[in-house]
Protein backbone atom coordinates (compact mmCIF):
# COMPACT_ATOMS: atom_id res chain seq x y z
CA UNK A 1 0.00 0.00 0.00
CA UNK A 2 3.07 2.46 0.89
CA UNK A 3 4.65 1.90 -2.55
CA UNK A 4 1.26 2.49 -3.69
CA UNK A 5 0.39 5.77 -2.16
CA UNK A 6 4.01 6.57 -3.64
CA UNK A 7 3.21 6.23 -7.12
CA UNK A 8 0.19 7.36 -6.70
CA UNK A 9 1.84 10.62 -5.16
CA UNK A 10 3.89 11.12 -8.30
CA UNK A 11 1.07 11.22 -10.63
CA UNK A 12 -0.69 13.55 -8.58
CA UNK A 13 2.37 16.08 -8.86
CA UNK A 14 2.52 15.72 -12.91
CA UNK A 15 -0.95 16.54 -12.96
CA UNK A 16 -0.55 19.98 -11.13
CA UNK A 17 2.39 20.20 -13.16
CA UNK A 18 0.61 20.21 -16.54
CA UNK A 19 -2.54 21.72 -15.60
CA UNK A 20 -1.22 24.92 -13.53
CA UNK A 21 -3.67 27.31 -15.60
CA UNK A 22 -7.20 26.03 -14.57
CA UNK A 23 -7.48 27.76 -11.65
CA UNK A 24 -10.11 29.92 -11.14
CA UNK A 25 -11.79 32.55 -8.57
CA UNK A 26 -14.65 32.19 -6.47
CA UNK A 27 -13.37 34.45 -3.19
CA UNK A 28 -12.01 37.26 -5.00
CA UNK A 29 -8.97 35.72 -6.35
CA UNK A 30 -9.22 32.56 -4.33
CA UNK A 31 -11.34 29.00 -4.32
CA UNK A 32 -14.16 29.03 -1.49
CA UNK A 33 -12.09 25.94 -0.04
CA UNK A 34 -9.78 23.27 -0.99
CA UNK A 35 -10.85 20.02 -1.81
CA UNK A 36 -14.15 18.13 -1.89
CA UNK A 37 -15.14 17.74 1.29
CA UNK A 38 -14.53 21.46 2.63
CA UNK A 39 -16.21 23.01 -0.61
CA UNK A 40 -18.99 20.71 0.35
CA UNK A 41 -18.93 22.10 3.60
CA UNK A 42 -18.83 26.42 2.30
CA UNK A 43 -15.08 26.30 2.22
CA UNK A 44 -14.32 25.65 6.33
CA UNK A 45 -11.11 23.51 7.56
CA UNK A 46 -9.46 26.09 9.73
CA UNK A 47 -10.49 24.57 13.10
CA UNK A 48 -12.18 21.02 11.08
CA UNK A 49 -9.69 18.60 10.15
CA UNK A 50 -11.38 16.42 7.04
CA UNK A 51 -8.86 15.17 4.82
CA UNK A 52 -4.84 15.14 3.66
CA UNK A 53 -5.90 18.73 2.79
CA UNK A 54 -5.66 19.89 5.52
CA UNK A 55 -2.74 22.14 5.36
CA UNK A 56 -3.95 24.42 2.90
CA UNK A 57 -5.99 25.69 5.96
CA UNK A 58 -4.77 24.94 9.07
CA UNK A 59 -1.13 23.15 9.38
CA UNK A 60 -2.29 22.54 13.20
CA UNK A 61 -5.14 20.61 12.20
CA UNK A 62 -2.56 17.90 10.86
CA UNK A 63 -2.59 16.96 14.18
CA UNK A 64 -5.93 15.31 13.88
CA UNK A 65 -4.90 13.76 10.50
CA UNK A 66 -4.86 9.74 9.34
CA UNK A 67 -1.62 8.81 7.21
CA UNK A 68 -3.97 9.31 3.38
CA UNK A 69 -3.23 11.14 0.10
CA UNK A 70 -6.06 12.56 -1.47
CA UNK A 71 -6.44 13.28 -4.95
CA UNK A 72 -9.37 15.46 -6.70
CA UNK A 73 -10.79 17.73 -9.30
CA UNK A 74 -13.04 19.90 -9.85
CA UNK A 75 -15.37 20.56 -12.84
CA UNK A 76 -15.82 24.68 -12.90
CA UNK A 77 -18.44 26.85 -15.02
CA UNK A 78 -18.12 30.40 -14.22
CA UNK A 79 -20.24 32.39 -17.37
CA UNK A 80 -19.49 35.62 -17.08
CA UNK A 81 -20.52 39.14 -19.05
CA UNK A 82 -19.59 42.55 -19.57
CA UNK A 83 -21.91 45.94 -20.86
CA UNK A 84 -20.14 49.26 -21.62
CA UNK A 85 -21.99 51.81 -23.26
CA UNK A 86 -19.26 53.98 -24.92
CA UNK A 87 -18.44 54.98 -28.55
CA UNK A 88 -14.97 55.43 -27.63
CA UNK A 89 -14.31 51.77 -26.17
CA UNK A 90 -16.94 50.13 -28.28
CA UNK A 91 -20.86 49.40 -27.37
CA UNK A 92 -20.37 46.09 -26.59
CA UNK A 93 -22.80 43.28 -24.24
CA UNK A 94 -20.56 40.41 -24.79
CA UNK A 95 -19.71 37.12 -22.72
CA UNK A 96 -16.62 35.87 -22.04
CA UNK A 97 -15.52 32.65 -24.60
CA UNK A 98 -13.99 29.98 -22.27
CA UNK A 99 -16.40 29.00 -19.86
CA UNK A 100 -15.43 25.71 -18.47
CA UNK A 101 -12.32 24.74 -16.43
CA UNK A 102 -10.83 21.87 -14.61
CA UNK A 103 -9.44 22.14 -11.39
CA UNK A 104 -7.18 19.84 -9.81
CA UNK A 105 -6.39 19.33 -6.27
CA UNK A 106 -4.30 17.32 -3.85
CA UNK A 107 -3.15 16.93 -0.74
CA UNK A 108 -1.69 14.10 2.05
CA UNK A 109 -0.56 13.86 5.77
CA UNK A 110 1.79 11.53 7.60
CA UNK A 111 2.18 10.84 11.12
CA UNK A 112 5.54 10.96 11.96
CA UNK A 113 5.40 10.38 15.45
CA UNK A 114 3.24 10.66 18.03
CA UNK A 115 3.39 14.41 18.37
CA UNK A 116 4.64 15.13 15.03
CA UNK A 117 2.47 14.89 11.61
CA UNK A 118 4.07 16.04 8.53
CA UNK A 119 1.63 17.09 5.43
CA UNK A 120 1.40 18.92 2.30
CA UNK A 121 -1.19 20.49 -0.07
CA UNK A 122 -1.13 22.27 -3.71
CA UNK A 123 -3.54 24.70 -4.06
CA UNK A 124 -4.41 27.15 -6.85
CA UNK A 125 -5.78 30.17 -7.42
CA UNK A 126 -6.71 33.09 -10.59
CA UNK A 127 -8.19 34.92 -12.84
CA UNK A 128 -9.33 34.62 -16.63
CA UNK A 129 -11.57 36.53 -19.60
CA UNK A 130 -11.27 36.29 -23.04
CA UNK A 131 -13.72 38.62 -25.29
CA UNK A 132 -13.93 38.48 -28.79
CA UNK A 133 -12.07 41.22 -30.95
CA UNK A 134 -13.62 40.66 -34.47
CA UNK A 135 -15.70 42.90 -36.66
CA UNK A 136 -18.85 40.47 -36.29
CA UNK A 137 -18.61 41.27 -32.41
CA UNK A 138 -18.35 44.83 -32.71
CA UNK A 139 -15.48 46.77 -30.70
CA UNK A 140 -15.11 45.95 -27.43
CA UNK A 141 -14.14 47.68 -24.39
CA UNK A 142 -10.08 47.53 -24.75
CA UNK A 143 -9.77 47.07 -28.28
CA UNK A 144 -11.83 49.20 -30.45
CA UNK A 145 -8.68 50.72 -32.40
CA UNK A 146 -7.53 47.27 -33.28
CA UNK A 147 -9.43 45.63 -35.02
CA UNK A 148 -8.86 43.36 -37.31
CA UNK A 149 -5.07 43.41 -35.51
CA UNK A 150 -4.17 39.63 -36.01
CA UNK A 151 -2.61 39.45 -32.75
CA UNK A 152 -5.12 41.10 -30.84
CA UNK A 153 -7.87 38.29 -31.86
CA UNK A 154 -9.25 38.61 -28.33
CA UNK A 155 -8.89 41.10 -25.02
CA UNK A 156 -8.63 39.74 -21.57
CA UNK A 157 -6.25 38.43 -19.17
CA UNK A 158 -4.93 35.15 -17.47
CA UNK A 159 -3.38 34.21 -14.05
CA UNK A 160 -3.04 30.97 -12.71
CA UNK A 161 -1.44 31.05 -9.44
CA UNK A 162 -0.33 27.26 -7.29
CA UNK A 163 0.82 26.83 -4.07
CA UNK A 164 2.78 24.15 -2.60
CA UNK A 165 2.62 23.97 0.92
CA UNK A 166 4.85 21.34 2.50
CA UNK A 167 3.94 21.32 6.28
CA UNK A 168 4.75 20.04 10.06
CA UNK A 169 2.12 20.20 13.00
CA UNK A 170 3.16 19.73 16.51
CA UNK A 171 1.19 18.27 19.46
CA UNK A 172 2.25 20.35 22.06
CA UNK A 173 -0.29 18.88 24.84
CA UNK A 174 -3.97 17.66 24.59
CA UNK A 175 -5.22 21.11 24.14
CA UNK A 176 -2.77 22.99 21.89
CA UNK A 177 -1.20 22.45 18.67
CA UNK A 178 0.88 24.50 16.36
CA UNK A 179 1.78 24.17 12.66
CA UNK A 180 3.99 25.69 10.13
CA UNK A 181 4.12 25.81 6.09
CA UNK A 182 6.70 26.79 3.75
CA UNK A 183 4.44 28.18 1.08
CA UNK A 184 6.65 27.87 -2.58
CA UNK A 185 4.69 29.90 -5.54
CA UNK A 186 4.50 30.23 -9.17
CA UNK A 187 2.37 32.23 -11.34
CA UNK A 188 1.78 32.76 -15.23
CA UNK A 189 0.17 35.41 -16.71
CA UNK A 190 -0.77 36.63 -20.24
CA UNK A 191 -2.54 39.51 -21.54
CA UNK A 192 -3.79 39.77 -24.81
CA UNK A 193 -6.17 43.12 -26.69
CA UNK A 194 -4.90 45.47 -24.41
CA UNK A 195 -3.44 48.29 -26.97
CA UNK A 196 -6.14 50.58 -26.12
CA UNK A 197 -5.27 51.38 -22.48
CA UNK A 198 -2.28 53.36 -24.29
CA UNK A 199 -4.28 55.19 -26.56
CA UNK A 200 -7.00 55.72 -24.03
CA UNK A 201 -4.10 57.52 -21.88
CA UNK A 202 -2.81 54.96 -19.41
CA UNK A 203 -0.77 52.85 -20.41
CA UNK A 204 3.58 53.54 -20.05
CA UNK A 205 4.38 52.81 -23.69
CA UNK A 206 3.86 54.41 -26.95
CA UNK A 207 0.81 52.39 -28.57
CA UNK A 208 1.93 50.00 -31.72
CA UNK A 209 5.90 49.49 -30.53
CA UNK A 210 6.72 46.11 -30.18
CA UNK A 211 7.43 44.32 -27.00
CA UNK A 212 6.13 46.31 -25.35
CA UNK A 213 5.34 44.94 -22.03
CA UNK A 214 1.93 46.09 -21.54
CA UNK A 215 -0.19 43.09 -23.85
CA UNK A 216 0.20 40.47 -26.50
CA UNK A 217 3.54 39.38 -25.06
CA UNK A 218 2.49 35.46 -24.69
CA UNK A 219 3.17 33.67 -21.19
CA UNK A 220 5.37 34.67 -18.60
CA UNK A 221 6.04 33.43 -15.54
CA UNK A 222 7.02 34.33 -11.54
CA UNK A 223 8.33 32.32 -8.29
CA UNK A 224 7.85 33.70 -4.48
CA UNK A 225 7.68 31.77 -1.28
CA UNK A 226 6.39 32.78 1.87
CA UNK A 227 5.02 31.37 5.11
CA UNK A 228 1.83 30.03 6.90
CA UNK A 229 1.22 29.45 10.69
CA UNK A 230 -1.31 27.79 12.48
CA UNK A 231 -2.65 26.91 16.11
CA UNK A 232 -5.59 24.87 17.09
CA UNK A 233 -6.99 24.34 20.63
CA UNK A 234 -9.12 21.57 21.91
CA UNK A 235 -11.91 22.31 24.51
CA UNK A 236 -14.76 20.57 25.91
CA UNK A 237 -13.36 16.89 25.79
CA UNK A 238 -12.49 17.73 22.10
CA UNK A 239 -16.16 18.62 21.45
CA UNK A 240 -15.07 22.09 20.41
CA UNK A 241 -11.84 23.30 18.60
CA UNK A 242 -10.62 26.52 18.07
CA UNK A 243 -8.28 27.47 15.03
CA UNK A 244 -6.28 30.27 13.89
CA UNK A 245 -4.24 30.59 10.86
CA UNK A 246 -2.07 33.41 9.32
CA UNK A 247 -1.03 33.67 5.81
CA UNK A 248 1.95 36.06 4.71
CA UNK A 249 1.98 37.76 1.91
CA UNK A 250 4.13 35.82 -0.45
CA UNK A 251 6.57 37.59 -2.57
CA UNK A 252 7.14 37.11 -6.15
CA UNK A 253 9.03 38.02 -8.64
CA UNK A 254 8.12 40.49 -11.36
CA UNK A 255 6.28 39.52 -14.52
CA UNK A 256 9.27 40.79 -16.52
CA UNK A 257 7.34 40.71 -19.82
CA UNK A 258 4.39 42.64 -18.46
CA UNK A 259 6.75 45.52 -16.86
CA UNK A 260 4.59 48.32 -18.14
CA UNK A 261 0.75 46.12 -17.28
CA UNK A 262 1.03 45.85 -13.22
CA UNK A 263 2.41 48.59 -10.94
CA UNK A 264 5.92 48.70 -9.52
CA UNK A 265 7.38 47.42 -12.94
CA UNK A 266 5.62 44.28 -13.12
CA UNK A 267 5.01 42.94 -9.16
CA UNK A 268 1.67 40.75 -8.38
CA UNK A 269 2.34 39.44 -5.20
CA UNK A 270 -0.22 37.10 -3.24
CA UNK A 271 -1.85 38.95 -0.59
CA UNK A 272 -1.75 38.15 2.94
CA UNK A 273 -4.44 36.82 4.76
CA UNK A 274 -5.55 35.66 8.07
CA UNK A 275 -8.53 33.12 9.53
CA UNK A 276 -10.03 32.71 12.16
CA UNK A 277 -12.57 28.92 12.83
CA UNK A 278 -14.61 26.84 15.03
CA UNK A 279 -16.32 23.45 15.26
CA UNK A 280 -18.32 21.84 17.44
CA UNK A 281 -19.88 19.05 17.73
CA UNK A 282 -23.44 19.67 18.43
CA UNK A 283 -24.84 16.06 18.35
CA UNK A 284 -23.19 12.89 18.66
CA UNK A 285 -23.19 12.18 15.18
CA UNK A 286 -23.62 16.26 13.39
CA UNK A 287 -20.54 19.28 13.78
CA UNK A 288 -20.70 22.83 12.79
CA UNK A 289 -18.12 24.95 11.46
CA UNK A 290 -17.41 28.63 10.85
CA UNK A 291 -14.64 30.50 9.50
CA UNK A 292 -14.02 33.67 9.35
CA UNK A 293 -11.36 35.06 6.43
CA UNK A 294 -9.89 38.42 5.74
CA UNK A 295 -7.77 38.47 2.65
CA UNK A 296 -5.55 41.79 2.27
CA UNK A 297 -5.90 42.67 -1.35
CA UNK A 298 -5.07 46.69 -0.59
CA UNK A 299 -1.70 45.98 0.23
CA UNK A 300 -0.80 44.94 -3.26
CA UNK A 301 -0.28 48.02 -6.01
CA UNK A 302 -1.56 45.69 -8.41
CA UNK A 303 -4.54 44.72 -7.41
CA UNK A 304 -4.96 47.42 -4.53
CA UNK A 305 -4.05 50.62 -6.66
CA UNK A 306 -6.93 52.23 -7.99
CA UNK A 307 -7.88 52.26 -12.12
CA UNK A 308 -8.87 55.50 -13.60
CA UNK A 309 -11.19 57.71 -11.33
CA UNK A 310 -14.18 57.57 -13.35
CA UNK A 311 -15.51 60.12 -10.71
CA UNK A 312 -13.63 62.56 -12.03
CA UNK A 313 -12.23 62.13 -15.33
CA UNK A 314 -10.24 65.28 -15.50
CA UNK A 315 -8.31 63.74 -12.90
CA UNK A 316 -7.80 60.23 -13.68
CA UNK A 317 -4.91 59.41 -11.68
CA UNK A 318 -5.82 60.22 -7.90
CA UNK A 319 -2.51 59.63 -6.56
CA UNK A 320 -0.72 61.52 -9.17
CA UNK A 321 -2.44 64.66 -9.02
CA UNK A 322 0.87 66.76 -10.18
CA UNK A 323 2.41 64.58 -12.71
CA UNK A 324 0.30 61.30 -14.34
CA UNK A 325 3.94 59.33 -15.36
CA UNK A 326 4.34 57.54 -12.14
CA UNK A 327 0.29 56.64 -12.27
CA UNK A 328 0.46 54.99 -15.43
CA UNK A 329 0.37 51.36 -16.12
CA UNK A 330 3.49 49.98 -14.85
CA UNK A 331 4.82 52.52 -12.81
CA UNK A 332 5.40 52.82 -8.86
CA UNK A 333 2.39 54.21 -8.78
CA UNK A 334 0.27 52.87 -11.34
CA UNK A 335 -3.39 51.76 -12.26
CA UNK A 336 -5.02 48.86 -10.85
CA UNK A 337 -8.04 46.74 -9.77
CA UNK A 338 -8.88 48.84 -7.19
CA UNK A 339 -10.10 45.73 -5.00
CA UNK A 340 -10.68 46.90 -1.54
CA UNK A 341 -9.90 44.24 1.45
CA UNK A 342 -12.33 41.33 1.90
CA UNK A 343 -13.59 39.71 4.63
CA UNK A 344 -15.77 35.91 4.08
CA UNK A 345 -17.64 33.81 6.02
CA UNK A 346 -17.82 30.25 5.93
CA UNK A 347 -20.91 27.93 7.59
CA UNK A 348 -20.51 24.44 7.28
CA UNK A 349 -22.37 21.07 8.51
CA UNK A 350 -21.13 17.15 8.42
CA UNK A 351 -23.63 14.84 9.36
CA UNK A 352 -21.96 10.99 9.85
CA UNK A 353 -25.23 9.55 8.14
CA UNK A 354 -23.64 6.05 8.72
CA UNK A 355 -20.18 4.34 9.46
CA UNK A 356 -19.47 4.76 5.40
CA UNK A 357 -21.75 8.31 4.51
CA UNK A 358 -20.69 11.43 5.72
CA UNK A 359 -23.41 14.28 4.11
CA UNK A 360 -22.09 17.65 4.13
CA UNK A 361 -23.72 21.09 3.16
CA UNK A 362 -22.54 24.86 3.64
CA UNK A 363 -22.38 28.36 2.78
CA UNK A 364 -20.44 31.10 1.99
CA UNK A 365 -20.38 34.58 1.71
CA UNK A 366 -18.25 37.61 0.50
CA UNK A 367 -18.93 41.30 -0.11
CA UNK A 368 -17.40 41.79 -3.74
CA UNK A 369 -13.79 43.17 -3.38
CA UNK A 370 -14.90 45.77 -6.31
CA UNK A 371 -16.22 49.02 -5.96
CA UNK A 372 -18.59 50.45 -8.12
CA UNK A 373 -16.31 53.13 -9.25
CA UNK A 374 -13.72 50.63 -10.46
CA UNK A 375 -15.99 48.86 -13.00
CA UNK A 376 -13.79 50.02 -15.80
CA UNK A 377 -10.53 48.03 -15.30
CA UNK A 378 -12.62 45.30 -13.78
CA UNK A 379 -14.17 43.92 -16.92
CA UNK A 380 -11.12 42.01 -17.02
CA UNK A 381 -11.51 40.52 -13.73
CA UNK A 382 -15.07 40.67 -13.37
CA UNK A 383 -14.80 38.98 -9.28
CA UNK A 384 -18.67 39.52 -8.31
CA UNK A 385 -20.12 36.39 -6.44
CA UNK A 386 -20.96 36.73 -3.25
CA UNK A 387 -23.31 34.43 -1.94
CA UNK A 388 -22.47 30.52 -2.20
CA UNK A 389 -24.42 27.25 -1.75
CA UNK A 390 -22.43 23.97 -1.67
CA UNK A 391 -23.39 20.30 -0.79
CA UNK A 392 -21.75 17.01 -0.90
CA UNK A 393 -21.01 13.68 0.67
CA UNK A 394 -18.73 11.11 1.11
CA UNK A 395 -18.26 6.76 0.72
CA UNK A 396 -15.87 4.78 2.27
CA UNK A 397 -15.66 2.28 -0.27
CA UNK A 398 -13.03 -0.01 2.43
CA UNK A 399 -10.32 0.50 5.05
CA UNK A 400 -7.99 2.05 2.49
CA UNK A 401 -10.84 3.89 0.17
CA UNK A 402 -12.69 6.68 0.26
CA UNK A 403 -14.83 8.41 -2.45
CA UNK A 404 -16.38 12.62 -2.67
CA UNK A 405 -18.08 14.90 -4.33
CA UNK A 406 -18.99 18.00 -3.94
CA UNK A 407 -21.78 20.55 -6.02
CA UNK A 408 -21.34 24.47 -5.59
CA UNK A 409 -23.28 27.53 -7.37
CA UNK A 410 -22.50 31.35 -6.67
CA UNK A 411 -25.27 33.69 -7.53
CA UNK A 412 -25.43 35.71 -9.98
CA UNK A 413 -24.14 38.98 -8.77
CA UNK A 414 -23.99 42.54 -10.96
CA UNK A 415 -22.20 45.09 -10.27
CA UNK A 416 -22.78 48.70 -12.34
CA UNK A 417 -20.85 51.69 -12.05
CA UNK A 418 -19.44 54.84 -14.43
CA UNK A 419 -16.53 54.23 -17.04
CA UNK A 420 -15.94 58.28 -17.56
CA UNK A 421 -15.99 56.79 -21.37
CA UNK A 422 -20.01 57.63 -22.92
CA UNK A 423 -21.27 57.75 -26.54
CA UNK A 424 -20.83 60.64 -29.22
CA UNK A 425 -17.13 61.10 -29.36
CA UNK A 426 -16.50 59.77 -26.14
CA UNK A 427 -18.25 62.37 -23.53
CA UNK A 428 -17.36 62.50 -20.57
CA UNK A 429 -20.34 60.49 -18.56
CA UNK A 430 -21.34 61.33 -15.03
CA UNK A 431 -23.77 57.93 -14.47
CA UNK A 432 -23.68 54.53 -14.50
CA UNK A 433 -22.91 53.50 -17.98
CA UNK A 434 -21.14 50.07 -17.49
CA UNK A 435 -21.86 46.61 -16.04
CA UNK A 436 -20.19 43.47 -14.77
CA UNK A 437 -21.54 40.35 -14.02
CA UNK A 438 -20.63 36.55 -13.47
CA UNK A 439 -22.23 33.34 -11.24
CA UNK A 440 -20.66 30.02 -10.89
CA UNK A 441 -21.48 26.06 -10.85
CA UNK A 442 -18.87 23.26 -9.84
CA UNK A 443 -19.11 19.74 -9.48
CA UNK A 444 -15.88 17.93 -7.88
CA UNK A 445 -14.95 14.30 -7.49
CA UNK A 446 -12.04 13.31 -5.03
CA UNK A 447 -10.74 10.11 -3.92
CA UNK A 448 -8.67 9.51 -0.75
CA UNK A 449 -5.99 6.79 -0.49
CA UNK A 450 -5.57 5.51 3.61
CA UNK A 451 -2.28 3.92 4.56
Not at 163 to 168: A, C, Y
Request: hydrophobic share 40%; aromatic share 12%.
Amino acid sequence: MKMYCKYALLSAVALALVLPGVSFATNGMFLIGYGTKSRAMGGTGVAYNMDGMAAAFNPATLVDSVDEFDIGAELFHPPRAVYHNSDVLGQTNTRSLKDWFLIPSMGGAYNYSDDITLGFAVVGAGLQTSYAQSDADAPTMFNANLIGDAASGEAGVELMQMQMLPSIAYKLDDTNSVGATMVMAAQYFRAEGLGDFVVLGFGNTAPGDGDNGLTNEGWDYSFGAGIRLGWLGKYMDGDLNVGVNYSSRVYMSKFHRYNNLFAEGGDFDIPENFAVGIAYKVMPDVTVAFDVQRVMYEDIDSIGNKGPLALNPTQFFPLCPVDPTPCLTGGDKGLGFGWENQTIFKLGADWNYSEKINIRGGINYGKAPIPEDQVLFNMLAPATPELHVTFGANYLYSKDYEFSFNFMHAFQNTIKGPTAFGPNGGQIVTGTNASIAMEQYSLGFGLAIKF
